[in-house]
Structures are given as C-alpha cells and as structure tokens.
C-alpha cells in the first residue's frame, strides 16, 4: 500500500492542509522529520511552530514536534502561507494602524492597496509597507521582525486585516480561519432590494473556466470549494440595499460572487457586473445621479467591518471594529437625499 497525500488550499485565507496516511511499511520517525521530508521547501522550524500551535493531527489528537510516525497513522497538518519566492523591499507607504503588540498587527486597510506582492504588484503592497514599519525592530529571539499574513482582502475593498509577527502567531491564527472560529463581517452596497431581512447564498466558489480572473459559483456541487455567506438588511434605498454580511468559509472573491449569483451584484463591482445601472428608471436625471455615485465610489462597495479572534499569545478574545470609508459613507448619505427627495416630490 503507498501513502497517500492530500494537499487543501484555502484561496482567500493564506494557508494549506496537507493529509498523508502513512505507508504500511513506514519505520519509527519524527514527525517533524517525517513531514521535512513531504512537504517542499518547508524549514523544520516552521513544521515545530506548527505543532506547538496545535496544528498537526494524528488520528485527530495534536502531537508534538517529537511524536514517533508509526505505519498507517493518519496526519493532519495546517501551514500558514507558502514560502514567497520574490525578494520584498521596504517602501514608505502610509499605512492605518488600529492595534500592535509583540505577536499581531490590525490595520484598517485602504481601498486600492494591494496586500501583497503577486504578479503585476511587486511594490507598492502592504507587506512592502510593514516591512518598512518594521525596520530596526527585533523580536523576543533577537530577530527582525516580519509581517506573516494569515488572511487577505481585495486591493479594493477596505477594512480591518490582521497580520502576524511572527511563525508561531501565524501558525496559531492560520488554524483559527482553518477552523472558521474567527468572526469577521462586512458591509456592502448591493443592487436591488430583498424580499428577506436576511438569508443565507450556499453554493461551491471556483474559477471561471473561460475566465481565470473571474470566480464563479458552480451550484451542482461539482465543482469549486463549498461556500457559506450569510446576509443581514441594514438599510434599503429601493434600488440599491446595505447590507452586513458574515463569512464562514474565506474563498477568494466570495461576497462578491455569491452576491452576483443571488442577482445583487456589488455597487460598482465592475469585475462581477455592477458597474451598470441595474434598476431605477431610464431617467437622464436618475442616470446621471448614478453616475455620479460611481466617480465617488470608483470601487466595489465593500468594507471589512470588523474581526474578532482568539489572540495567539493571550488567548483572550479580541474584537475590532472600524467605521464605513469616506467614499461609502458620501455614496450612501446620497442616495438617502435621491429617496428623500424622490419620497417628497410624490407626496407633493
């Protein structure tokens, strides 16, 4: 019998789960050494982080760096975020910090920054940012310290993100998203109104085969990651809709997808079809006035609201909360005057 490997990728939450049953005619071995010896380009001291967080499984118990692999053994092991393979450069780039202590940094991130290095985005990112907040600063092992990211938003939408300080940080908070206990919510502006003050979109998230950029839902199950986003009302303007949303899985683009799947596409989201007048009139007047809202709001109207976790360090609960941007905040106070006025001229 050969060993099996499973390896899981989170798209939106930046970690892998790997799954080995090991081999019948396995001899006794660490199970640090055991897993050097699976994983690529894994160091031994990310593997020891990983099991001090209580992230490697056998037979659904944690086991420490030391535990002896026996033939038929079933390993479960979480990794926070893949080696980088680019060199990152520490830029000046302004940065909102809602909190910082010696394991975690919560920023309050601005719409059009990019989170990190990829493809077509090699400087200008947030980890290029924290690098240089982090310059001539070591940790409590003499080191420099890093930003390790555990999760990520898009380049345009805002709001709370959380990063890591260190591997062990990283490697507790990597199991907390794994195991969908932190809590996080967003508020977006959609298109169109509900029938319901709140609802629950399930349905499989994967890319687009014509598309690769784009993600899609593929509802048969077939296909894609599973997919959970629950919606709450918070204020209806009639053609368009606030709502909160709360995430239980982190795949990528999900609020964005899933709300297009239900036909209520993100105000101006234009990668998934919101960046056209999708109801209202055909009006000049109400065409212009939409318009309008997109040159204030020339993104996806969506704002990481909040997040709450288990500190990695303290392991007390912590919760942070952030006001919408300015640039909902001046669209939303306008369609509030466009219903008002509208209301107005009727009773008139």
Same mark, same amino acid.
């Given at each position: 019998?050969?060993?099996?490997?499973?390896?899981?990728?989170e798209?939106q939450?930046?970690?892998?789960?790997? *799954?080995?049953?090991?081999?019948?005619?396995?001899?006794?071995?660490?199970?640090?050494?055991?897993?050097?010896l *699976?994983i690529?380009?894994?160091? *031994?001291?990310?593997?020891?982080?990983?099991?001090r967080?209580?992230?490697?499984?056998?037979?659904?118990?944690?086991?420490?760096?030391?535990y =002896?692999?026996?033939p038929?053994?079933?390993?479960?092991?979480?990794?926070?975020h893949?080696?980088?393979e680019?060199?990152?450069?520490?830029?000046?780039?302004?940065?909102?910090?809602?909190?910082?202590?010696?394991?975690?940094i919560?920023?309050n991130?601005?719409?059009?920054?990019?989170?990190?290095?990829?493809?077509g985005?090699?400087t200008?990112?947030?980890v290029?940012?924290?690098?240089?907040?982090?310059?001539?600063i070591?940790?409590?092992?003499?080191e420099?310290? =890093?930003?390790?990211?555990?999760?990520?938003?898009?380049?345009?939408t805002?709001?709370?993100?959380?990063i890591?300080?260190?591997?062990?940080?990283?490697?507790?908070?990597?199991?907390?998203?794994?195991?969908?206990?932190?809590?996080?919510?967003?508020?977006a502006?959609?298109?169109?109104?509900?029938?319901?003050?709140?609802?629950?979109?399930?349905?499989?998230?994967?890319?687009?085969?014509?598309d690769?950029?784009?993600?899609?839902?593929?509802?048969?199950?077939?296909?894609g990651?599973?997919?959970?986003?629950h919606?709450?009302?918070?204020? *209806?303007?009639g053609?368009?809709?606030?709502?909160?949303?709360?995430?239980?899985?982190?795949?990528?683009?999900?609020?964005r997808?899933?709300l297009?799947y239900i036909?209520?596409?993100?105000?101006?989201?234009?990668?998934?079809?919101?960046?056209?007048?999708?109801?209202?009139?055909?009006?000049?007047?109400?065409?212009?006035?939409?318009?309008?809202?997109?040159?204030?709001?020339?993104?996806?109207?969506?704002?990481?609201?909040?997040?709450?976790?288990?500190?990695p360090a303290?392991?007390?609960?912590?919760?942070?909360?952030?006001?919408?941007p300015?640039?909902?905040?001046?669209?939303?106070?306008?369609?509030k005057?466009?219903?008002?006025?509208?209301k107005?001229?009727?009773?008139?």
């Amino acid at each position: 019998m050969s060993e099996e490997i499973e390896v899981l990728d989170e798209e939106q939450e930046l970690y892998e789960h790997y *799954r080995f049953v090991v081999d019948k005619r396995q001899n006794l071995l660490r199970i640090d050494k055991f897993l050097m010896l *699976r994983i690529e380009g894994v160091s *031994r001291n990310k593997i020891q982080n990983a099991a001090r967080a209580g992230n490697i499984l056998v037979s659904d118990k944690p086991v420490k760096p030391n535990y =002896k692999v026996k033939p038929n053994d079933i390993i479960s092991i979480v990794l926070a975020h893949p080696p980088r393979e680019t060199e990152l450069i520490p830029e000046n780039i302004p940065i909102n910090i809602v909190y910082e202590d010696d394991d975690i940094i919560v920023l309050n991130k601005e719409p059009g920054l990019v989170v990190h290095p990829g493809y077509g985005n090699f400087t200008g990112t947030m980890v290029n940012a924290l690098l240089y907040h982090f310059q001539n600063i070591l940790n409590k092992n003499e080191e420099d310290v =890093k930003p390790f990211l555990v999760h990520r938003i898009d380049k345009n939408t805002s709001g709370i993100i959380l990063i890591a300080k260190n591997e062990l940080a990283q490697a507790k908070l990597a199991k907390e998203f794994f195991n969908h206990t932190i809590a996080r919510k967003y508020h977006a502006l959609v298109w169109g109104d509900f029938t319901e003050n709140e609802g629950t979109i399930t349905g499989n998230i994967g890319r687009n085969p014509k598309d690769r950029k784009v993600m899609t839902v593929f509802p048969d199950g077939k296909s894609g990651k599973p997919a959970i986003t629950h919606y709450k009302v918070i204020e *209806r303007f009639g053609y368009i809709t606030l709502i909160e949303c709360q995430l239980e899985t982190g795949r990528t683009h999900q609020i964005r997808t899933h709300l297009k799947y239900i036909g209520h596409p993100l105000f101006n989201d234009e990668t998934y079809g919101g960046n056209i007048i999708l109801k209202g009139t055909t009006f000049t007047k109400y065409k212009q006035f939409v318009e309008n809202c997109f040159k204030l709001l020339p993104r996806q109207a969506l704002h990481a609201k909040s997040l709450g976790f288990i500190h990695p360090a303290s392991s007390k609960y912590i919760f942070f909360d952030s006001e919408l941007p300015t640039d909902m905040q001046t669209v939303i106070e306008k369609w509030k005057r466009y219903i008002s006025d509208k209301k107005n001229e009727i009773e008139e």
